[in-house]
């Protein structure tokens, strides 16, 4: 079978058998096609699709639904893999009161290009979060983030407090002392030498004050 060509009439013989080939190999059969189908791909057949399409996290005990639905957005996951994004996407698949807190968010900081997933406790409870869950999230994560960034997956406890205000007294008593003022006109105070605060420079031996000259 010969395929309509739309080469430029130049184009030599040997591009023109290639694209016959292509041509051949782009009218696959329906069944091929149908394999390759994130919709119409068999049931038996997804995981097989999935693994070709390079899914990491794919999870035999998704729904079919939920498994097409990961396969159509294999590409777009790619593209989204390696950010904040990609992370938040893993963990909202679990729980949705996971939380992240990068390095720059946390109090104090934390070291560059790392983070924490944290589980609040009031809100994930034990009971949910067993050690196989957590060892599955955290593999997860792994694949999700970026390559550079190192994570813990800790949880929390989270204590509200009221802030509660004290006012209080001290005893206290007040003393008042009356004092009497006298002006000493034994000499002239305006010929001596004073400090910058006003006070009259004394002599080395202290026995009387300097003059000025």
Known sequence: MTYPSILPPASTGLEKALEQVAARLVDMPAPIRTVWSAMDCPVGHLPWLAWGLAISHWKTHWTVEYKRAAIADAIPYHRRKGTRKAVEEVLARYHPSF???????????????????????????????????????????????????????????????????????????????????SHDTSRDWNALLLTDLGEPIRTDDGASYVEMN
Request: aromatic content about 10%; overall charge negative.
């Open 99 to 181: 939380k992240i807190v990068e390095w720059h968010e946390a109090n104090p900081p934390r070291a560059p290009y790392t983070f924490e997933v944290r589980a609040p406790a009031a809100e994930i409870p034990t009971s949910f979060l067993t050690a196989a869950l957590a060892e599955e999230i955290i593999a997860d994560v792994a694949i999700a983030k970026p390559a550079r960034a190192h994570f813990d997956f800790v949880q929390t406890l989270e204590v509200q407090g009221r802030l509660f205000m004290a006012a209080g007294g001290l005893a206290g008593s007040m003393h008042r002392a009356d004092y009497t003022v």
